[in-house]
């Protein structure tokens, strides 16, 4: 292409690099940054270096935190005995816009996963099962993905549980509420009937 | 919400200023950077100052460049008596991609729309007239877009020109190459049987 000025292609090819943005979109990213003002580029830019820089792990759960503790972990009227089990920070962030769930979570960075690599050494399950032996738990919720691997997760964490006598429970399956029932698939709906309640 | 870190809230705020990005989607980008090696930050975050410090607009045809001139206007084989005006630098970077177009361009940054309070003199439309005064052209090839803005702009130049005695054209309307006729709207289908050619 004649058209090429190595900075702005350096930009465009940063934001390619981000998942779900292709050439085009990444072309408008790198444009509308450099039309910001001088200072809103100087923030964006040290934002991502802050937040590599403080941004680490919290001692207990694994969410990240900037501080020694998470904003949950810190929080005295959570319920340490009950944890939730999810795969990142995301379904912390998912789970706490419910404002029902007053436990505290654990964050395992991932999902066990052969075909990419990923087995149960790379997830936070040892800090888990420290953190269970050692601050002890009433009920620990597997929240993983309903997918393939948050599945197999779920049922390789359980197993090492159990034996500690500790309640292990699993979100429930069912119709999203608000959806149809004829765009639901057969399994979801399978698992729906599974899991009638009385009315 | 119980779960704000600030480091992390400012970086998901920096992506949710972006056009065309949620507040889902900045958390998304927000996570992958800072799941990035320390390294890859950094880039991109110097990548954003290095943009902002080192392109400025070329001084003959106002497109983007990190030097005196733009790739375009220092290539000796282009035509400079044939200018092409678009209205911003990926509308160049569009042509460029037909590997068609020979001649050289004049960006004017943004289309006269006076509702967002965008007059001619806010526009490189000053720098277009003393160009065309002071080295001459052939033909102005106006490459604003087919929307109002675009259309009143390119009526606003064409009539500045037309005086100087130099050619002004306008790209041509009609259906996009691959479109389906019956889902072609009716002014476009209009102007397509107005410029309808021989076979």
Known sequence: MAYNVAPLSRL???FEKLPGIGRKTAQRLAFYVLNMP???AKAFSEAIIEAHQKIHHCSICQNLTDEELCPVCRNPARDRKVICVVENPRDVIAIEKTREYKGTYHVLHGAISPLDGIGPEQLK???LLERIKKDGADE???ATNATVEGEAT???ISKLIKPLNILVTRLAYGIPVGGDL???DEVTLRRALEGRSLL
Do not use: F, L
């Open 125 to 127: 399950i040892k800090e």
């Open 154 to 156: 779920a049922m390789y």
């Open 140 to 142: 620990i919720i597997m």
């Open 182 to 184: 004829e765009y639901a």
């Open 12 to 14: 465009i090819e940063q």
């Open 38 to 40: 001088k200072e809103d």
